[in-house]
DNA sequence: ACATAATTTATAACCATTCTAAACTAGAAG
DNA sequence: CTTCTAGTTTAGAATGGTTATAAATTATGT
């Protein structure tokens, strides 16, 4: 309960006040050695499981969407009815188990280059998200 | 308004009864020479605008999901507050442009091969699916 | 024509997400 | 330390896409 002067330093740096919700998010969110991904509704476990005080659902919504926009965090493109949110920034990709709504992370390391031989007037690419779907088989 | 025959039969070997809902459905997605990709919502407008008589929105969704169960539609996966859905039911990939929320196709043969150099114990691949994202520049 | 199961439909329910506007608080200034 | 203010949190309402319900309608085999 306090390497928070890390996380105090980063709020500031992003022009966000640390207040006491906002650290303990960014404590469930990055303290951990591993990233990793998750629905708000998840998110929302985790923190009542980590913490003592309680942190009102909107402003969970509104503190993930800063971090979002900061940058300390990505939406992962999954078809669902529920977003995603991806703990690691890096460019990398996606195995995700439709059964058990199971993201698992493909690193860029771990997979080819992609050749797109197809290019659109006027547009230019932000990004290319390769999603491997799998089944667990029996 | 009746090369039908040719739905009603399609509908009929797919254990589903040919009604005039299912039909005129039919006839909106499957009749266009291009493939093309809809939102419930946008489809909900073409019906209206090619059709005389109304189709409920619960039968809509109820068709739409018959269909995708039958394969003659996919569902895309896009990170987004709805679903979109695919005419062209071959495995493909996708731009997508965020702003304009404008899906386009890539053809497999317009992309190289995907080599994905990791396994998971006990997991098979089931779709290996590419989304590029664009954004229209100025 | 009749019977029956499938289908359609209006409407309610659901649920993730966003909005609202009032209470609270961090940080700056005096 | 006190005051001020913009930023933040919050409960609850609203939104919007989707699904569930259950009654009316229809397709189809007999
Ligand atoms: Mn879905
Ligand atoms: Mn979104
Ligand atoms: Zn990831
Ligand atoms: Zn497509």
């Known amino acids: 309960m306090s390497n928070n002067l890390e996380f105090i330093t980063k709020l500031r740096a992003s022009g966000l006040r640390p207040t006491k919700q906002r650290i303990s998010i960014c404590e469930v969110l990055f303290s951990p050695a591993e990233t990793f991904h998750f629905s708000i509704n998840e998110l929302v476990k985790i923190i009542e499981r980590k913490t003592n005080h309680k942190i009102s ?44 709504k199971e993201l698992i992370d493909i690193h860029n390391s771990e997979i080819g280059p992609i050749k797109i031989n197809k290019t659109i007037p006027g547009k230019k690419i932000k990004s290319v998200e390769v999603l491997v779907k799998v089944e667990t088989d029996y």
């Open 57 to 100: 659902l909107a402003t969970i919504y509104n503190t993930i969407h800063a971090f979002k926009k900061k940058g300390y965090l990505k939406e992962i493109a999954i078809n669902s009815d529920q977003s995603y949110f991806d703990t690691n920034t890096t460019d990398h990709h996606h195995f995700y188990d439709e059964q058990k």
